[in-house]
């Protein structure tokens, strides 16, 4: 399906070598520099490949034929070892993504206090679904199964910024304005959402200032902790004694020789079989 970039949706089946023309020479000195930068970080190169995959979402988008021909070229790895990588994790994208990734939790405690319906009313008032982008560039939208921040449901991100007890009414306004270019500023954290470009880069390990600024652990995170301040309320010390006890048990859970035992009975993680329930009787 060929999409028209001026009334359709992007289409997600774009082809991973989407983009496979050279890139210029500035660039890609630029990104050889920059990955230069990441690899040195690591005892092996290999293990450079997933900050080297944000960096090249930070150039281009989105994981490009080229890109993969450049991490491959660079790690020593193979073109099907990078691809394999770059489409297990959703983070990396496989077709031209929009400036801001708007994930909308349908996991099931967000769906039941609003996501399914939040996601909906979002996908319908953008003409697009899941994995989908506006034909303005502007909104990627997507089903999140889980953005970490249950005790916030319904929890939308936009590019990985927290958007907390979102309604339909307060994302559609959100992803309007980001459309518009208002600046928009999540619940917590950062005080903007910036480009996707721009937390592609960061995720590769070039630090943007941002990733401290404003409060992490919101009211809600932070309730059992003061409920437990409140009530005096404290973790049991660590008792030598019952880790003593501990491998002793684990020392008479070993079967002697030539006794049949299944090792998950042992650790203590199953119900013993008919024949254990009859000998420990
Ligand atoms: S279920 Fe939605 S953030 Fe966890």
Redesign the pocket.
């Known amino acids: 399906m060929t999409a028209d970039a001026h009334t359709d949706p992007l289409h997600r089946y774009t082809p991973l070598q989407a983009s496979d023309e050279p890139y210029a020479e500035d660039v890609l000195a630029g990104l050889r520099a920059d990955a230069a930068q990441i690899i040195a970080k690591y005892p092996q190169k290999r293990s450079a490949l997933l900050p080297m995959l944000h960096l090249i979402q930070s150039v281009d988008g989105y994981v490009t034929g080229r890109g993969v021909d450049l991490c491959a070229e660079m790690l020593d790895l193979t073109r099907a070892e990078v691809s394999g990588v770059a489409t297990f994790y959703t983070q990396y994208k496989r077709h031209p993504n929009g400036e801001y990734t708007v994930g909308v939790?349908t996991?099931?405690?967000?769906?039941i206090m609003g996501?399914d319906q939040i996601f909906d009313e979002v996908s319908e008032h953008l003409g697009i679904g899941h994995d989908e982008t506006t034909p303005d560039g502007k909104i990627t939208l997507e089903r999140?199964e889980?953005?970490?921040?249950?005790d916030?449901?319904?929890?939308v991100m936009a590019n990985w910024e927290f958007f907390d007890n979102q309604t339909p009414e307060t994302t559609k306004k959100m992803v309007d304005d980001l459309r518009s270019g208002v600046p928009v500023a999540p619940t917590r954290g950062a005080s903007r959402v910036c480009s996707f470009k721009q937390v592609s880069r960061m995720l590769a390990g070039f630090e943007d200032g941002l990733a401290d600024e404003g409060v992490g652990a919101g009211h809600a995170s932070l309730e059992g902790l003061r409920l437990a301040k409140e009530q005096g309320w404290t973790a049991p010390a660590a008792d030598a004694s019952t880790d003593g006890e501990a491998e002793e048990t684990t020392r008479d859970a070993e079967p002697e020789t030539g006794e049949a035992h299944s090792s998950a009975r042992a650790s203590g993680t199953d119900t013993p079989s008919g024949t254990d329930k009859e000998k420990d009787a």
């Open positions: 939790c996991n099931t405690l967000c769906a996501g999140v889980c953005n970490a921040a249950c916030f449901a319904p929890v």
